[in-house]
């Protein structure tokens, strides 16, 4: 139970980033004045009476390609009811870029330079991609960094959107039972019965790979990076291959070391890491403060049921068991780290 109270304490800690508003939500949109690539000036009037998407972006920017067909969806979805104007904000790209970029990504848009950045000062600009959306009188009704999903969006513009596909209560579901499953299985991790019992000239070793995965799961949760993109591929890498590491330590002599007791609160916490990791970035995939805790509680619920359990689980049984729920872990986080990659 420690365990579970002590990734509680983490979690009741968390600040959720992406749920906090911007200084300039409510206000005025500030004053700007910008060239499109077909010429036509745009500014904080041009499309009054319609909902404006301005997308804070650069080319080279890996999470803004993820971010365009996500404006694809909502132009689909609400025709002309928003305008959307990507601004590249990177002094050093070109209108050519632009052009190539939106052609390769299919952004039909108007797109626009902010050579001279003030469109990007006006706005707080400090990571890309930013969204900030404008309602139809000119008033900043959204702002928000890193990957912003559809349905986000959607709820901007009409309150009472349904859930887009695949944002449904089963989809909830679906997501805390996998977040749940991997908290049941992180107690049963074997990095203890390997290295801290059955390989000691090996634990150091194992302790810091997993101090490095417990600051990664620690970056997860302070939500600091784009959906936690790069975060997730390197601990995914991590831990997938924590399993072939761990599986070279069977059959070696258990001789437990001796004079390191203080490492037994870090072990247990280091356990979790990867599938708190998991839990985390899937909450991450929702658009909201429910979606978000969803997976998180379930996760905690399930640490709590496999650290009242696992003494009654066979200890073949519980090697087998902690291995495969590194390796979903692992799987997962690659699965959702390399979307940036293959967009």
């Not at 070279?248 to 037994?264: F, H, K, N, T, V």
């Not at 905690?300 to 009654?312: M, N, W």
């Not at 986080?333 to 940036?340: D, I, K, M, P, T």
Request: net charge neutral; proline share 6%; aromatic share 8%.
């Amino acid at each position: 139970m420690r365990a579970a109270r002590s990734c509680l304490a983490l979690l009741l800690a968390l600040p959720l980033a992406g749920c906090l508003g911007e200084g300039l939500v409510g206000q005025p949109a500030p004053a700007f004045e910008l060239y499109t690539s077909d010429g036509a000036m745009v500014t904080e009037a041009t499309y009054r009476g319609r909902f404006v998407i301005l997308d804070l972006m650069a080319t080279w920017c890996l999470p803004c390609r993820l971010e365009v067909d996500h404006l694809r969806e909502v132009q689909r979805a609400y025709g002309d009811r928003v305008a959307i104007v990507s601004v590249g904000v990177d002094r050093s790209e070109s209108m050519e870029d632009l052009d190539a970029f939106a052609a390769r990504y299919g952004a039909t848009w108007p797109h626009a330079l902010d050579h001279n950045g003030s469109v990007a000062r006006a706005f707080g600009l400090r990571i890309i991609p930013k969204l900030v959306i404008l309602d139809p009188e000119g008033t900043v009704v959204f702002a928000r960094e890193g990957e912003v999903l559809p349905a986000a969006i959607a709820r901007v513009i009409d309150p009472h959107a349904p859930a887009l596909e695949g944002e449904g209560p089963a989809t909830v579901f679906a997501v805390a039972l996998l977040a749940g499953v991997a908290g049941f299985l992180a107690p049963l991790n074997p990095y203890r019965r390997f290295h801290r019992e059955g390989a000691p000239h090996a634990s150091w070793a194992a302790v810091a790979l997993f101090a490095l995965l417990g600051v990664l799961a620690w970056r997860f949760g302070g939500l600091v990076s784009s959906r936690a993109t790069y975060g997730s591929l390197a601990l995914g890498a991590l831990s997938a291959g924590a399993v072939a590491w761990w599986l070279r330590a069977r059959g070696r002599p258990a001789d437990p070391p001796a004079g390191r007791a203080w490492l037994a609160p870090l072990d247990r916490a280091y356990e979790a890491a990867p599938h708190f990791a998991l839990a985390v970035v899937l909450g991450l995939q929702t658009t909201d403060v429910l979606g978000f805790a969803a997976p998180v509680a379930a996760f905690v619920l399930g640490l709590a049921a496999g650290v009242a359990g696992r003494d009654a689980v066979p200890p073949e049984t519980r090697t087998a068991a902690g291995l495969v729920g590194l390796a979903i872990a692992g799987a997962g986080l690659l699965l959702f780290g390399s979307r940036v990659l293959l967009a």
